[in-house]
């Protein structure tokens, strides 16, 4: 074997050609090693697609490093030494290529970085420049804040990017946040644009064949799988959103549709978080999409909010709060996830798209994960480590920097407000404005109480009477309360005993 002098380490979510590590390497006299791991494949029963997501860009782009000149070590899954672990893959080549340094981009989750970090070897970490806000810079932000709101950090990014900005400092438009004019509900008979679609080659075909024998046991469907596995597939999927999606992603952002899966939305998450696109790039794509008339302001506006906004606010407390912010649970909830979440088999119509398409696709949009799977469990009370799990296995974009600050704190409240300043709780009502799920459904929508009865609206009262002593002094809910105040004592009682019954047929195991 020849030796190498250093070691850079690339992760299955790092397939980026301008990581800050390259500069700090050299291709003549250095290697990249890039390992498929059994254990990175089951710390959680990932969808199918995930693993044949990540394996096949892997495999690309250990192809396209090749190409442009960079010894690249490749450990499949299937060989004959493969340690199963990063670490193990980690000090096994260190070892074999007896490099003097191993360098690495900063992990995005807590947990591998802990492994990594105690593999015995000194590392080399550079900073992930695939966000705009560094760690140090958001953990500089947030000192001294005594709350931490998604709103002021985004209007400060917008002032450091410049993005959607005038000369003057104030917000292109002149508000900073048009979130009221993403909540349209779809006119009937509006259909999303065609779907963008990506033929497998011979590489992915045969990971897709690795997947199916060696994971044939996590839940979701390998059928159908259709997502880019290069730079240049993720470009033309993004190329097709700014064609044919931006300029009605703003109107339809919450809207949500039988048989649509993807309405408005890029569905570029996946490709994103794993690094086949470049985050600036698409904040300077929409922003001039803006500026030369081809999409409205309350379109770019809501994709940069997200990207600027959410996703790098979101990243910024993962990393403050972790450890500990995954153990937190303010409401105290233990109730197991319903089998349902696993197999899309319920009687409740939104319940059954949202979950049967993310087992299909790896994918549901915003609203689905919050309003919909997310409120369920919500008003179920389901624990908060049960539900996260599940969306960190099922979604092709979810790990676990992104994942757990969406579903522990934004979906189900339960670091007690830290990230979000209000539960999204609703009822049936709000899914029936959003959707075209009710009327299909073999729930009422506009019943609460009795067999019929959709369970959202009796649960949803269950949950804000149960929780009284920690959200009835949340001023964002005071109407509420006031309504469940003038309810008649006997409606009261009514619903109470519906989501009783509703919760036992759950904790006997029934599916609703
Ligand atoms: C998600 C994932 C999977 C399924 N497999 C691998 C793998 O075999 N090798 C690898 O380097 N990374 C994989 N990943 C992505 C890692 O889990 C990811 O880097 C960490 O979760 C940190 O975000
Ligand atoms: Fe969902 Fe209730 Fe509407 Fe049925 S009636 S689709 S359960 S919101």
Excluded at 76 to 95: F, K, T, V, Y
Excluded at 119 to 137: A, I, M, N, T
Excluded at 321 to 337: D, I, K, S, T, V
């Amino acid at each position: 074997m020849t030796p190498a002098r250093r070691l850079g380490v690339l992760l299955g979510d790092q397939l980026s050609f301008d990581l800050s590590l390259f500069d700090a390497l050299d291709p003549t006299q250095d290697a990249l090693l890039l390992a498929e791991v059994m254990d990175e494949a089951t710390y959680v029963a990932h969808h199918p697609q995930k693993i044949a997501l990540i394996f096949s860009a892997m495999r690309h782009f250990a192809q396209a490093l090749g190409e442009r000149g960079w010894r690249v070590i490749y450990v499949r899954l299937d060989d004959a030494d493969n340690s199963g672990s990063l670490p193990g893959e980690l000090l096994r080549w260190a070892e074999r290529l007896g490099v003097e340094q191993v360098h690495l981009t900063e992990c995005g989750e807590w947990r591998l970085q802990e492994a990594l970090n105690q593999c015995g070897r000194p590392l080399v970490w550079h900073e992930d420049r695939r966000f705009f806000c560094s760690r140090q810079r958001f953990a500089a932000w947030a000192s001294g804040r005594r709350q931490l709101r998604m709103e002021n950090f985004y209007r400060d990014m917008r002032k450091r990017t410049g993005l959607l900005m005038e000369f003057d400092g104030s917000p292109v438009g002149g508000t900073w946040n048009l979130d009221q004019d993403n909540r349209k509900a779809l006119p009937k008979g509006l259909r999303g644009p065609f779907a963008a679609s990506f033929a497998a080659d011979d590489l992915t075909r045969e990971v897709l064949q690795l997947v199916e024998q060696r994971f044939a046991g996590h839940y979701g469907s390998l059928e159908g799988f259709d997502y880019p596995v290069t730079h240049a597939e993720a470009q033309a999927l993004w190329q097709h959103f700014l064609d044919f999606g931006l300029a009605a992603f703003g109107d339809y952002q919450d809207a949500m549709a039988q048989g649509e899966p993807y309405l408005f939305h890029a569905r570029i998450s996946a490709a994103l978080n794993i690094g086949l696109l470049d985050v600036r790039q698409l904040c300077a794509d929409v922003e001039q999409a803006y500026r030369e008339g081809r999409a409205p302001l309350n379109a770019a506006e809501g994709f940069i909010r997200q990207l600027i906004g959410w996703r790098e606010y979101v990243r910024g407390i993962y990393w403050l709060r972790m450890p500990e912010y995954a153990e937190l649970n303010a409401f105290g909830n233990r109730r197991a996830l319903p089998e349902f979440y696993w197999t899309g088999d319920t009687s409740m119509r939104c319940m059954a798209q949202a979950i049967g398409q993310s087992l299909e696709l790896g994918y549901a949009h915003h609203i689905q994960r919050l309003m919909v799977t997310g409120n369920f469990a919500l008003l179920a009370g389901i624990a908060p480590k049960a539900i996260c799990e599940w969306y960190l296995a099922i979604y092709l974009d979810a790990f676990d920097w992104v994942e757990l600050p969406n579903t522990l704190g934004m979906v189900m409240h339960a670091d007690g407000g830290y990230l979000g300043s209000k539960p999204y709780c609703a009822s049936g009502r709000y899914i029936q404005r959003m959707s075209d799920y009710c009327g299909d459904c073999a729930y009422r929508v506009d019943q609460a109480v009795g067999e019929q009865a959709c369970p959202f609206n009796a649960l949803y009262w269950h949950f804000l009477r149960r929780h009284r002593d920690r959200l009835g002094t949340n001023p964002r809910l005071a109407m509420v309360y006031r309504n469940l105040d003038r309810m008649d004592e006997e409606r009261r009682e009514a619903l109470w005993q519906r989501g009783e019954d509703l919760l036992a047929r759950l904790d006997a195991g029934q599916a609703l």
